[in-house]
């Protein structure tokens, strides 16, 4: 039986780790050609080596989505090794609460803002110029829950970079949704729950944070990867043909409150 995704060829940022890991093995086994990009490269080779070793066919690549020049060339050999992109995921991103602790606000917000909102921007136009010249394409931007309501009381201080980004890739979303309609090229993000990956170890650490995080979603409990990287899936496919511009919850019901 022919995969979900059978022969299209997908990019996906951030694709070493968390969510873009297991967007990456899905789509690898629903029969994508599968670019994993990562700024850490040893990850990204991981997840492709994983996917090659069970039959799917993938390659890794090393690139940071807040330089101009390494999304074009991300894009550049992608189109080269692979012969085209069909779908973009920009899974890549980052938590303030990871900075460099010596930071101050502004230089951690410039970085939250470089990567989440400028990276998914850059990773965009270049893909872009290849999907118009095939007039048809697909891309799933990572928002959140926090793209599209504020943090409940007492997570954020309210100059919390990570909302205010999430706010701009649900934006950029059905911006860019209206524009490329017409090109063919289909463009939706997912607003994920918390969901166990890396980004949110140090809350779910803390065992009083991870039980209110918990209690906010009612389903009463956090995502996993694989909840997350199935409704990719439905969107980068073509069985999602007539979506575009949408910002899909997959959240456990945190944004029907
Ligand atoms: N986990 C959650 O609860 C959750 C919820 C909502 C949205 N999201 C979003 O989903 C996406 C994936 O998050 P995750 O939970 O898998 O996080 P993660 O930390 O597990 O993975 C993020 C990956 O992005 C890579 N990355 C970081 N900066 C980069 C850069 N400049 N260039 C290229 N790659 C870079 C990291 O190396 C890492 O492999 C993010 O955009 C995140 O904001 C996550």
Known sequence: MAGRLEGKIVHITGGGSGLGDAMARLFGKEGAR???????????????????????????????VSSREECESLIAETVKQMGGIDVLVNSAGVTPRY??????????????VSVNLKGTMMMSRFAVDEMKKQKSGSIVNLASIIGLVGYAQGISDGFNPYP????GVVQMTRDMSIALAKEGI??????????????????VEDADMHE?????????RLGQPAEIANA??????????????ANLPVDGGYTAQ
């Open 212 to 220: 209110r995080l918990k209690s906010l979603h009612p389903m009463g």
């Open 164 to 167: 205010h980004t999430k706010g």
């Open 34 to 64: 599968v670019v994993v990009s990562d700024l850490n490269m040893e990850a990204a080779q991981g997840v492709a080596d994983l996917i090659v070793q069970q039959g799917g066919d993938a390659i890794a690549l090393a690139g940071d």
């Open 232 to 245: 990719a899936l439905f969107l980068a496919s073509d069985e999602a043909s007539f979506i575009t511009g």
């Open 99 to 112: 900075a460099p602790p010596e930071w101050d606000f502004e230089q951690t917000w410039d970085w939250v």
């Open 186 to 203: 289909r463009v939706n993000s997912l607003c994920p729950g918390f969901t166990y990956t890396p980004l949110v170890t140090t809350l």
